[in-house]
Structure formats: C-alpha cells, structure tokens
C-alpha cells in the first residue's frame, strides 16, 4: 500500500502552522488521531502506516465493525481484517489496548478509548450522545485535554460535526504525487525544431534532448509543439517514441480526439498488462475498451475472451429490489451499458444486430458479463478483463481483483469519479485513484484520463452544467 495522507483540510492536523499535513513514513511532529470507522473500512490496515503519532479509536468504532463483520461485500471483508489487525496487536502486547502500545512504525501507538467521552458537551451543542458518530466525536474532544487532536474520517457529516464542537477533523485519503495534482497520462510540452525534426527522422528521442531535467512517467504521452511543428509522442523508458501516423481503427472504431487515441495505444499494446481509463460520461471510455477487447478476442486471437465485470451498485438511493429470473436475466439490467457499447460498435446502430453478436460471442466462450463479486477465488488466464464502473470499488477490492490475474491476461479500469456511488468513496479514496497512485512508473501500466465528450451535444452540456 501506498504512502497514506490526511488532507490538510482540517484547521491544524498537528501542532503547527495552518493546514499543516500529517502523511505516512514523512511526519516529525508527534499527531494525535481519533479514527472513525470509515477510514478503517476504505484502509482496514492504516493504522499500522502512521508513524509519529499517538493513534486512538474509540470502543465504538470496534463495535460498529462488530456490526459490519458478517456482511459477505467488500464492507464485511475490510471489517474482518481492521478487527484482525487490532486483535493481533492486543495479543502481541499483553491482551489489552487499554493503554497504548506501539504498532511497529517509528513513534507510534496505538490504543482503544473506553471513558473521557465527553457528553454533556454534546448534548449542550445538540448532539445525541447514544448516536455512535457523536460518541467518536465525544473521545475526540476527550483527548484534546492531552494535546492537539484531529479526527480522522471519510464522513463529511461527521468531520464538519466535529469541527463545529472545535475538533480538528481531516479525511483519510492516498496520498498522491505531484503535490496532489491528478496526474491525466499526457501532457504538452514545447520543444526545439530541431528535436521534431530528430524525431520525425529516427522514431525516438532521448527525454532530455527535448528539455533538460524533464520528468514523464513510463507509458505517459505528450504533444511536442515546435511553433508550426508538432508531435504525439509516448514514453518508453528513457526515450520519447514517436506514434505511428495512422491511428489503430480496432473493431472499426475511429479515435475522435488525441485522448482517444493515447488510449488506444495503450490498450491494443500486448506489454500494457494494466490500463486506468478514467473520464466524465460521454468520452468513449467503455466503447474504447469493449472495441479494443473485441478485435484482440476475435479478430488477432491474442487473449482467449473478453471478461466484462460490474460492481452491483445502484445509482442513487433507488436499489431495484430482487429481480426475477436466472442470474443471466438478474444481472442483464447491469449489463446493459455494455450492450449499448456493442450498439454503438455495429453498423448503423442496430439493437438486434448488437443483441446477436452478444450471444454469439457467448456461446462461443469469446465474451462474458459477469458482477465483480465473482471474481474473488478466480484465476483468469489469457483474457482481457474489463472492470467497468471503477470508481465504486473499495480500494480493498483492487488488490482482490488484480490477485486474480494470471499470465497473458490484460486488466481495463473505466471509471468516471464525479459519478461515484458507494458511500464512504471520493475522488482521492476509490479503486481507480490508489491503482493511479501505487503503478504510476510501472512498465507494465498505463493511465489516460478522458476529458472531451463524444457522445452527443446535450451530454456534454450535461457534463459541464449540471
């Protein structure tokens, strides 16, 4: 797991000047940090990370874990490893966390609050102190009498509670490179004409030839400007590779923007193993890479089948309740953005046409549509797996998934993160977002993030107004 950071968005995280920032492996300052049970349902093992600092949980938040353990999601499963990680540190000190005891990381402990909730200051703002998020807030106050505290949570609700009664409150988020700035996998880059000109005459270039002490990561793209020149080029060890001037048409599918055809590149190249697409609505995510799956399955023959996985999550607050039928027809409203890909990728837009493709490529073992809560125990070897709708995976789930993958196979994440579902998941704090953060650099990797919308005009107005 990456470094991990509490966003500077509380008041003073540790003594120190305004929006000082505590992260893992990087602190000096001794921190005191109350942690709420959503941090330790998104990260069941942060608390074994900090280092310099004095941890406490309140007995509440191991009893809403108690509440969560039997639950058979991701939920349930990040409950049963926080509690595991507690229970082991108990065991390895003496049987009790009543008094703190270290974690292992340099200068910092651990220990389970019981008293020193302070009630009546809750009740006199309000706030009713049986309510198991006011009770987190009522030890955190408690513990301000020892130093200054920050409450740790992914709960908006509660942090802004807290900071209300004049606790520190942060969220718990990855921490992310370039100071904080989301990385999009291309950028442009003003060069000399005469670096064009090498380019365009050997294929490649050295990255220092065209600006000394420039950083790009492995696999990311630019487009070098030399005044009326230019070039798309791409990242491959040391050198900048310059892109073919056809773009690949995979499934007969055209790329609309340079951003779409960066995709491509990444994800019709055997060596990319991994592949972040992130995007609002309407940028081609999903279309790219259901194309990109059908003409390496059934035309090249390079992967065997193309694997489609959906987290079960409903838009909104509406679940759809239980549906009837076989798990075919339970899981077809699910699937049915994929079907509309297939739509858009047959000839005229034919529904019929798309619907026989599908259940040919079925039958033929060349495609499946399957719910992501499948996948656990699974050995996938020689396939394209695509996981659509990304951003509503736990980033626990990540490490299940990617677990999964045997040799010759290629993972696709497609995501949207304005369009997050699941509680307890942000913009930082979702699958897609700690993927970007720990493989950022790796060969093996690539990530483009989507900015134009292609689907229709309205859509794209929708994107930008609403």
Avoid at 128 to 133: C, E, F, L, R
């Amino acid at each position: 797991m990456t470094d991990l950071l509490l966003s500077a968005d509380a008041a003073a995280l540790v003594p120190g000047p305004l929006g000082t920032e505590v992260q893992a492996g990087k602190s000096s300052t001794k921190a005191r940090l109350v942690i709420d049970t959503s941090v330790l349902i998104a990260d069941p093992t942060c608390v074994l990370e900090f280092t310099e600092a004095d941890i406490i949980i309140p007995l509440t938040v191991v009893e809403e874990l108690d509440g969560l353990k039997s639950r058979s999601d991701d939920v349930g499963r990040s409950a049963r490893t926080a509690l595991r990680t507690l229970e082991e540190l108990r065991v390895a000190h003496g049987g009790s966390l009543a008094q703190p005891v270290p974690t292992g990381a340099p200068g910092a402990t651990l220990q389970i609050e019981i008293n020193n909730i302070r009630k009546h200051l809750l009740i006199e703002h309000g706030l009713d102190p049986s309510i198991p998020d006011n009770r987190i807030i009522g030890a955190a106050i408690g513990q301000s009498d020892f130093g200054p505290t920050t409450m740790v949570s992914n709960d908006a609700a509660l942090r802004i509670k807290a900071a209300h009664l004049g606790v520190s409150a942060a969220e718990h988020t990855l921490a992310r490179r370039n100071n904080d700035r989301p990385a999009i996998g291309w950028s442009t880059i003003d060069a000399a004409p005469e670096a064009i000109d090498a380019l365009y005459a050997a294929g490649g270039i050295a990255v220092e030839s065209v600006s000394p002490g420039l950083e790009i990561a492995e696999n990311e793209f630019a487009v070098l400007h030399a005044g009326s020149q230019s070039a798309l080029v791409r990242a491959v060890g040391n050198e900048m590779v310059l892109l073919p001037r056809s773009a690949p048409e995979p499934w007969g599918l055209r790329p609309r923007n340079k951003e779409q055809r960066f995709a491509l590149e990444l994800l019709l190249d055997p060596d990319i193993k991994v592949i972040a697409l992130d995007g609002r609505a309407g940028t081609g995510k999903t279309l790219l890479a259901i194309a990109a799956g059908l003409e390496q399955v059934v035309e090249q023959r390079r992967y065997d089948r193309l694997a489609v996985y959906r987290p079960l999550v409903p838009v909104g607050r509406a679940d759809v309740g239980f549906l009837p039928g076989g798990l075919d027809e339970k899981l077809d409203p699910w699937m049915a953005a994929i079907h509309d890909a297939v739509v858009a990728l047959t000839d005229m837009g034919s529904s019929h046409d798309a619907g026989n493709l599908v259940d040919e490529l079925t039958e033929r073992g060349q495609l499946s549509l399957e719910s992501v809560t499948f996948l656990r125990g699974r050995s996938l070897q020689r396939q394209i797996v695509l996981i659509d709708e990304a951003q509503n995976l736990e980033p626990t789930t990540l490490r299940t998934i990617l677990t999964r993958v045997g040799e010759g196979t290629k993972v696709i994440f497609t995501c949207d993160t304005s369009q997050i579902d699941a509680p307890y998941l942000g913009e930082s704090n979702n699958a897609l977002s700690v993927l970007a953060s720990a493989f950022s650099g790796q060969r093996c990797f690539g990530h483009i993030t989507l900015t134009a919308c292609e689907r229709s005009d309205v859509a794209s107005l929708a994107a930008e107004l609403l």
